[in-house]
């Protein structure tokens, strides 16, 4: 069975930092992994979305993420943290059959 | 465009009450997902309609929990009776239709059970 692990449940970093969220997954087969984003209030929403091909891929909002095959991993990066990313990210893995599992979610705070 | 509507936004029952939820996805989307998302964990897969079709419901708690997707459009999910942990986000989501493809989410219904 496919599993999804995001190791840090909550992250702070102040504004103008870089940012990376970890993502690894547990899958027996090539996934398609995809980054989604819950603001306060709002419906999640697709960032990005790694199928094959370039391993770096990126996304809206400024948002870029690596698949990492030996790793096991696609961790989320940004390179200067806005206010406004302040939500709760997910990392989800599709199987080939298109069923998706997703990770608990890191909550970012941005300060000022 | 308009999104994935839900409704009620809140809902407050007692524990052994019913509560049925309503989805009405982005017209022309064929799948349409039902998630229960419980306070600090991720979404979690509860059915899958392709059109009026059932794609994948192995996660649904049958005993309780029912859905409907009549005419392939909207969508009711349903709790009889709702236990204490039932208490969760559901959200509801759709796609067009192809497998893997962006899912577009509504705001969900926040459940508690009281």
Same mark, same amino acid.
């Given at each position: ?18 940012? $990376? ?42 948002? $870029? ?48 | ?16 009450? &019913? ?46 929990? &029912? ?26 989501? &759709? ?16 459940? &508690?059970?009281?």
């Amino acid at each position: 069975a496919q599993s999804v692990t995001q190791p840090d449940i909550h992250i702070t970093v102040s504004e103008g930092a870089s940012l $990376e969220l970890r993502c690894n997954y547990s899958y027996g087969a090539t996934p398609y992994l995809f980054w989604y984003v819950q603001s306060p209030g709002q419906g999640l929403q697709l960032l990005l979305k790694y199928f094959s091909g370039d391993t770096l891929v990126q996304g809206i909002k400024g948002f $870029e993420a690596e698949f990492k095959r030996s790793q096991s991993s696609f961790n989320l990066r940004k390179p200067s943290v806005h206010w406004s990313d302040a939500a709760e990210y997910f990392c989800v893995l599709n199987t080939n059959a298109g069923k998706s599992t997703f990770g608990d979610g890191t909550t970012l705070t941005v300060k000022p | 465009e308009a999104g994935v509507a839900q409704s009620p936004r809140y809902k407050i029952i007692e524990k052994r009450q &019913s509560v049925a939820f309503w989805c009405n996805p982005i017209s022309g989307h064929a799948t349409l997902y039902w998630y229960q998302q419980i306070l600090g964990q991720g979404p979690k897969l509860l059915i899958q309609f392709q059109n009026n079709g059932v794609v994948d419901d192995s996660q649904l708690p049958k005993d309780r929990f &029912s859905a409907e997707r009549l005419k392939g459009v909207d969508s009711t999910l349903k709790i009889q009776p709702a236990k204490l942990e039932d208490s969760a986000v559901y959200l509801c989501a &759709s796609s067009l239709g192809a497998t893997n493809e962006k899912l577009f989410f509504g705001s969900g219904t926040q459940l &508690s059970v009281l």
